[in-house]
């Protein structure tokens, strides 16, 4: 933004002292203000300014990861194109799988969402998100027993994750019939997070 600035000073410098520079010193406010326009349309939203960045450097997979981060949840299938060019540029990024898993779990295609969150914990053992979300897979595939297993690992690692808690007490509750087991995992999810929008529900649950 100090650009245009620079270019007002060397205007009104120019038609003060040389008054024969001033058509120069136009053109030359024209071009930066322009070019300010410009470069505001790029930075308007994370998503045209990581776009604009993935056109411009399209070998940088930092650039790939942080555009398909930016794009909506309509916008999956566009995501997963540049996660899977950030994970062929480097492999190393965590984020790109994790995010890459996230999508293919919420679109039902848990198979591709358990190695995607595999290689982010190879990358980031104690990555509690990608253990809840293998959980919720291993739960969709009905392998309720993995499930626990891994709400179970992450809550040592982080035992105030009340979505871990809120996991458990539904498979307890729907899936394994155990609603003592559940009602304690469901209370402490609500001690945890008394304000989530899901906490009428399970107070019913509870109750029930």
């Known amino acids: 933004m100090y650009l245009p600035g620079m270019g007002f000073i060397f205007l009104f410098t120019g038609l003060f002292w040389r ?29 045209s300014l990581w776009k604009d960045t993935v056109q411009k450097s399209p ?23 540049h996660y899977k060019i950030t994970n062929g540029l480097d492999p190393y990024y965590f984020e790109a799988h994790h995010n890459l898993a996230d999508i ?5 295609r848990c198979d591709e969402a358990i190695r995607e969150y595999n290689l982010a914990l190879l990358l980031r053992p104690k990555l ?8 919720v897979c291993h739960k969709y595939l009905g392998d309720y027993q993995s499930a ?7 809550l040592e690692i982080r035992p105030d994750m009340d979505r871990a ?3 458990l ?3 307890y509750y729907f899936n394994l019939g155990d609603r003592e087991t559940a009602r304690f995992y469901f209370r402490q999810a609500l001690r945890l997070n008394p ?14």
């Open 104 to 108: 293919y779990k919420d679109t039902n």
């Open 195 to 208: 304000g989530h929008p899901n906490n009428t529900t399970i107070k019913n649950l509870i109750r029930g």
């Open 19 to 47: 008054r024969k520079w001033a058509g120069f010193h136009v053109l030359l406010i024209v071009f930066l203000l322009t070019n300010t326009i410009l470069r505001n349309e790029v930075w308007l939203s994370a998503k």
């Open 169 to 171: 007490g539904s498979i």
């Open 128 to 135: 509690v998100e990608s253990m809840v979300g293998m959980a």
């Open 59 to 81: 070998n940088k997979a930092g650039a790939h990861l942080n555009y398909a981060s930016s794009l909506s949840d309509e916008e999956n299938e566009l995501a997963v194109r």
């Open 148 to 154: 626990i297993g891994y709400l179970k690992k992450a």
């Open 165 to 167: 808690f809120r996991e």
